[in-house]
């Protein structure tokens, strides 16, 4: 029980800025913790989700959707968001794989990342703003514990082969940890609604493809910004999905 809730401080001390009580944020996380990233999804969207509730009741639904939408950043220290603006500049550009490895390290972001910023932006305000605002903080629980869910799946096939790997990285959660979050959120969905079930199979084929995208283009191996970028575009890709319907 103590490994578990090291585990757990661990978690919120690294993929977020909440408080963990023993752990400092700039601990690479052990697998365990990284074992626990979708409980800091799942609080981190209830958390966000109550501020868009909260600013909608006492100015606008839209204002409500937009500052849900920069807590869910916020909240995170936009530490996947920086995976995704990086990635975008690597993945994106025309090079070969060694050189995109040597993008990802570039701290400035160029036109692909402000591209990409853009994009996530107008989707993310657009699909929330098609949920009533009282649903938010269990629609954002729902949405960041799956996002990072379907982001484990893909640690167990595509470890980072570089000569010196992410600590972050040299090992994955157990495959039991992946089904008993699955089997949470699965559960978690019959409160969302009962045919929201069918969104998460399609999520996770959703990870699976776009990780090998990604190795492919890094020669063969994911690094830490690709699960960050996995991470923010597996999110946008919930709610749309829910905000269609399926």
């Given at each position: ?30 697998y365990a ?8 999804g799942l ?119 570089r000569p ?83």
């Open positions: 029980m103590k490994n578990l809730f090291a585990a757990v401080g661990s978690a919120f001390g690294y993929f977020s800025i909440l408080p963990n009580g023993s752990r400092p944020q700039q601990t690479v996380p052990g913790a990284i074992g626990m990233l979708p409980l800091v609080v981190i969207g209830a958390l966000a989700g109550a501020v868009g509730y909260g600013i909608s009741c006492v100015t606008n639904a839209l204002l409500g959707y937009a500052l849900a939408y920069c807590a869910m950043i916020v909240f995170s220290g936009a530490l996947h968001l920086d995976g995704f603006l990086d990635s975008c500049d690597a993945l994106f550009a025309s090079v070969d794989p060694q050189n995109r490895l040597k993008i990802l390290k570039d701290p400035t972001h160029g036109t692909y990342a402000v591209a990409g910023m853009s994009i996530l932006t107008v989707l993310w305000i657009a699909t929330l703003s098609g949920f009533k605002p009282q649903t938010l903080p269990l629609l954002l629980a729902f949405t960041g514990a799956l996002a990072r869910t379907g982001a484990l799946l893909p640690m167990f096939f595509n470890a980072d082969t010196t790997p992410s600590p972050a990285l040299a090992q994955s959660p157990s495959k039991f940890v992946f089904f008993a979050w699955l089997a949470i959120v699965l559960a978690g969905s019959f409160f969302v609604g009962r045919w929201v079930w069918a969104v998460i199979p399609v999520i996770l084929c959703f990870n699976v493809l776009i990780a090998r995208w990604i190795a492919k283009q890094l020669g063969g191996s994911l690094v830490g910004d690709s699960y960050g970028f996995l991470i923010t575009i597996s999110e946008a890709f919930v709610l749309l999905l829910l905000d269609s319907k399926v």
